[in-house]
């Protein structure tokens, strides 16, 4: 099976714009999660999508936004870039939510904010 | 709410040397507890996991964890390490309830094994 994907691999923008990443999940998952990982932060959850419903929500700004589609493919979004939003975007995949299984991870997007 | 601690920043271990990675978590109800693994400029690894029986589990390429509930620790470890051992290590944990898939990591530990 092919792994988690997400594009582009690497972003530059500058404050101000917005940007769209996307997560291609492990085929037949269907729960995506996204993690924002920086080195002083380290790896903060963003939100969870099963079934096309946000379901898990961490303490972003409503500028941090996503959505999930039919095929199970998700979107991010971040509206209004600021500096401290560069970080790498992780997007993580699972066949279903609350159950044990574990995550698998794609390689992440780059975001840098100038 | 649930979260993790990693103490140490760096771990430095000698080649064919024993390695452990410490961790404790907290959680309010039952936890499920993972290691991963991160090299540079990649993203996590899955090594191993503990849901549930036995208090020893084993993973990929070596790695084994012991799941304490007393002291609430889920230590990460392995045998004889190697070079290429050498990496970025998080602990990560969830509440065990239907719904949640939200992972709590702690800040991470660099590996590094020295030849």
């Known amino acids: 099976k092919a792994g988690v994907t997400q594009t582009p691999r690497y972003l530059i923008k500058t404050r101000g714009q917005q940007v769209t990443l996307s997560c291609s999940p492990i085929?037949?998952?269907?729960?995506v999660s996204w993690y924002q990982q920086t080195p002083g932060q380290g790896l903060q959850f963003l939100f969870e999508?099963?079934?096309?419903?946000?379901?898990n929500k961490g303490n972003f700004p409503g500028r941090f936004s996503g959505r999930q589609f039919s095929n199970s493919r998700s979107e991010m979004n971040v509206s209004t870039l600021e500096l401290g939003d560069s970080a790498l975007y992780l997007c993580?995949?699972?066949?279903?939510?609350?159950?044990?299984?574990?995550?698998?991870f794609g390689p992440g997007t780059r975001l840098t904010v100038l | 709410a649930q979260s993790v601690a990693q103490p140490e920043d760096q771990v430095n271990v000698a080649e064919g040397n024993p390695l452990t990675v410490k961790c404790t978590y907290s959680?309010?109800?039952?936890?499920?507890l993972f290691w991963y693994v991160q090299y540079p400029n990649r993203g996590l690894q899955f090594l191993l996991k503990y849901i549930t029986g036995d208090n020893l589990v084993k993973g990929s390429y070596g790695f084994e964890a012991e799941f304490n509930k007393s002291q609430t620790s889920f230590h990460l470890k392995k045998p004889s390490a190697l070079v290429s051992d050498s990496a970025l290590y998080f602990c990560a944990v969830r509440e065990s309830h239907y719904g949640n898939n939200r992972l709590a990591f702690g800040k991470g530990n660099q590996v590094v094994v020295i030849p």
């Open positions: 993580a995949s699972s066949p279903g939510g609350g159950d044990h299984n574990e995550q698998f």
């Open positions: 959680v309010s109800g039952n936890p499920y």
């Open positions: 999508y099963f079934s096309e419903t946000q379901r």
């Open positions: 085929s037949g998952h269907r729960s």
